[in-house]
């Protein structure tokens, strides 16, 4: 067994990179492939915003003609400049159950991450600041959301094994889409948009959204700066993710909340199109289109993640305008079911919001680190 560098200019490596958790979950139901149109755009150094400022290498673990495992090492020099570290993050780790795989994968993290004198190792995190955290813990036997990573129950006890420490957990809720809040959150909501003067802004297209993306991603910036694994970002990433977003978006469901004409909060959901992707094997050619097309008009889950709002509305009621949207949504359009997307277990006020109206934690994302 040895582990190599891929060439990211070789179609064959990154074929090979791409093509591992196609055959390492063949037989997990659960598992949702990437989109394989995606996974070569994270690959493509002429293509990919992040690469404007920062640097990434991509390794396998292989046996002959048999690939056993891969991992992707980054040095993200916004992250760096910002926080004032010297980190590294690892993204993309996936292997037979096997330690001695995963600790040469590590290993090779490692030493790529201490040759550019960088101390620590953190991941599974992504390239940009869209890509979802961590390692699943919890929830195993439930399909991931739309983008949320999933893999095998043996990949923790990998990660600890090689030395690696808790970081941050991501917590998932659920709700059945017939559930509805509780009467006095609507009353809450309603009294904040007459005191405060909120108004409620919805789309009927794509193309009008997008002359929002600009204000969607003002209001993501200053209202996570607090959040972990913060950095700003710029036109060309924000560009990246709207691209991302919008490919799998119905406008419908994108709520912004406005006050005195300045959009101070959003709500962002999306129609669940993972059934799609699975049939579709991650592939729109030649007919994994038709199949995500169907699903986005007969799936029954909705996914919010991303609600957003300025910390000076905060407490006063506009918390409850954007809770209330969501809830909205989930039964205008007849969803059974919704899922809460990765709230981070430091963001205490949310959590407690969402047990509050009666959600369920079904699935738990962990973020591991290590000093190097």
């Not at 780790?93 to 995963?102: C, G, K, L, R, S």
Request: glycine share 6%; hydrophobic share 40%; proline share 4%.
């Amino acid at each position: 067994m040895r582990v190599r560098k891929i060439d990211t200019s070789n179609r064959a490596d990154v074929r090979q990179f791409i093509a591992l958790p196609f055959s390492l979950y063949r037989s997990c139901s659960q598992w949702v492939p990437p989109m394989v149109s995606d996974m070569r755009l994270a690959l493509n150094r002429d293509k990919y915003p992040f690469y404007r400022h920062s640097t990434a290498d991509f390794f396998i673990a292989e046996d002959e003609d048999q690939t056993l495992g891969r991992i992707a090492v980054m040095e993200n020099r916004r992250y760096n400049t910002y926080h004032h570290t010297d980190t590294a993050f690892f993204y993309y780790f996936e292997t037979v159950e096997d330690v001695e795989i995963a600790r040469a994968l590590f290993d090779a993290a490692a030493a790529w991450a201490r040759g550019r004198g960088l101390d620590s190792l953190i991941g599974p995190r992504g390239m940009i600041r869209a890509d979802a955290h961590g390692l699943l813990v919890e929830g195993f036997e439930h399909r991931p959301a739309l983008g949320v990573p999933y893999n095998h129950a043996y990949y923790p006890a990998l990660l600890t094994e090689w030395g690696f420490t808790k970081e941050i957990d991501y917590l998932s809720a659920h709700l059945s889409g017939e559930y509805d809040l509780p009467e006095r959150f609507y009353e809450i909501a309603e009294r904040a948009k007459a005191r405060r003067g909120l108004r409620v802004m919805s789309f009927a297209s794509k193309r009008e959204l997008r002359r929002w993306v600009p204000e969607i991603q003002r209001i993501n910036n200053e209202a996570f700066t607090g959040v972990w694994g913060y950095y700003p970002i710029d036109k060309a990433e924000v560009d990246a993710i709207a691209d991302r977003f919008l490919s799998v978006a119905d406008p419908r469901l994108i709520k912004l909340v406005i006050k005195n004409e300045e959009v101070i909060g959003f709500v962002m959901g999306y129609p669940d199109i993972s059934a799609g992707i699975q049939r579709a094997n991650g592939r729109l050619w030649p007919l994994g289109w038709l199949h995500i097309l169907l699903e986005f008009r007969r799936t029954k889950w909705v996914d919010f993640n991303g609600v957003g709002l300025l910390s000076e509305h905060q407490g006063v009621g506009a918390n409850a305008v954007l809770y209330t949207e969501m809830a909205k949504s989930a039964l205008q359009f007849d969803f059974e079911y919704a899922d809460l997307v990765q709230v981070a277990e430091t963001n205490i006020k949310s959590l407690g919001e969402v047990v509050a109206f009666g959600a369920e934690w079904y699935k738990r994302h962990r973020v591991y680190r290590r000093r190097l």
